[in-house]
């Protein structure tokens, strides 16, 4: 596992938000950066550009505060994720605001330029990159980039159609530095299986929309718990850019879920509402597929800590198999798995898990 030294020690979950389009804001980041899972926002959520500046400073004074009060709390750090498409025209002026700042993390998505990493790189900052395929991830790598994030088939909003058995362990042959696996992950067991595969972070988006902090409207929430896997609808006419969305509210847009036009990528454009005359993000929500297991929309702490309770779970579940159920292949053939492999294996999600308290 690769875990970088900047968050050593900060963190209560190996979990990293997701930014989520005009939902993430300080309360959001706030909280989940208090509860021990890194916070992150979209710098274009901050409207006005100028309101950029007031946001950082809250979130980071805030944090601060927070930490000196509970010095036997893990408060985690927080990331701005910055979109890097010629669309849109803020890119450089946000940059300038988060090297201002000493923003800890940056996330960039789509066309990463060179220049936005090494100006991270020169105040200290980490650069992770979200990728959904092995040529993006391979470029970015070649950047220098200290981490990707491989936003894998099922995940919330933009994502991308390659399993994350397939994406991490593919990725995991030539890439040493920090990996965050993105899809479906919502709840405990899907961020130990994550890290079972081979992830170092989960990345966990649409189950924090379903938060009280989350700027999203009670709507947007209870069809989150309403509906399921069976309510998701992969597409790219919303945006240009292929996505995951809820079928319910492609409906209430009068679009027809069983049948949507394709969508010319060439005309994406990050400052406009979308493709359709209902805006993207505010009239057409994006969800992932894990959301079969959201059931309510409580508090960020509340959230983190059950979460903690399901990882720690699935990881001593795991552990425990050593204990006769894990299949072990007949002696004749030529793979074998050995027990004390087994219990090493134990032993070190058992580590981990005692490390996250």
């Known amino acids: 596992m690769t875990i970088p030294s900047i968050l050593s020690g900060k963190m209560a979950l190996p979990v990293m938000a997701s930014p989520l389009f005009l939902i993430s804001g300080p309360e959001l980041v706030i909280a989940q950066c208090k509860a021990g899972v890194i916070g992150s926002f979209p710098a274009l959520n901050a409207r006005p550009a100028e309101a950029l500046d007031g946001w950082l400073d809250q979130i980071s004074n805030e944090l601060q505060q927070f930490a000196q009060v509970h010095p036997d709390r893990r408060v985690s750090p927080f990331a701005v994720n910055q979109i890097c498409h010629p669309t849109n025209d803020r890119l450089r002026a946000d940059m300038k605001l988060c090297v201002k700042h000493r923003v800890p993390i940056i996330i960039t998505s789509l066309q990463l330029p060179e220049w936005l990493v090494e100006e991270a790189h020169a105040y200290g900052a980490l650069v992770f990159h979200d990728v959904t395929n092995i040529k993006h991830a391979k470029r970015a790598a070649k950047l220098g980039v200290d981490g990707l994030i491989l936003v894998c088939a099922g995940a919330g909003g933009h994502a991308g159609a390659l399993s994350p058995f397939a994406l991490v362990r593919e990725v995991r042959q030539w890439f040493d530095k920090t990996v965050l696996m993105s899809g479906a992950i919502s709840d405990g067991y899907g961020i130990a299986a994550a890290q079972m595969m081979g992830a170092d972070l989960a990345y966990v988006g649409t189950r924090f929309i379903a938060t009280e902090e989350a700027n999203a409207s009670d709507g947007y929430k209870g069809m989150l718990v309403d509906h399921d896997a069976a309510d998701i609808v992969y597409t790219n006419?919303?945006?240009?850019?292929?996505?995951?969305?809820?079928?319910?509210?492609?409906?209430?847009?009068?679009?027809?879920?069983?049948n949507l036009p394709v969508s010319d990528k060439s005309k994406m454009n990050f400052g406009s509402g979308g493709n359709t005359k209902a805006k993207a993000w505010k009239d057409i929500?994006?969800?992932?597929?894990?959301?079969?297991?959201?059931?309510?929309?409580?508090?960020?702490?509340?959230?983190?800590?059950?979460?903690?309770?399901?990882?720690?779970?699935?990881?001593?579940?795991?552990?425990?198999?050593?204990?006769?159920d894990v299949f072990v292949p007949p002696a004749d053939q030529s793979m074998k798995v050995e027990r004390a492999g087994q219990k090493s294996l134990s032993r070190y999600l058992t580590r981990r898990t005692n490390n996250m308290r």
């Open 237 to 258: 006419l919303i945006t240009g850019v292929h996505g995951n969305y809820l079928a319910p509210s492609l409906i209430a847009a009068g679009l027809d879920p069983e």
């Open 285 to 324: 929500w994006g969800a992932g597929q894990g959301l079969g297991t959201i059931t309510d929309a409580p508090r960020v702490d509340d959230l983190v800590t059950r979460m903690r309770e399901e990882y720690s779970l699935a990881v001593t579940r795991f552990g425990n198999l050593n204990g006769g």
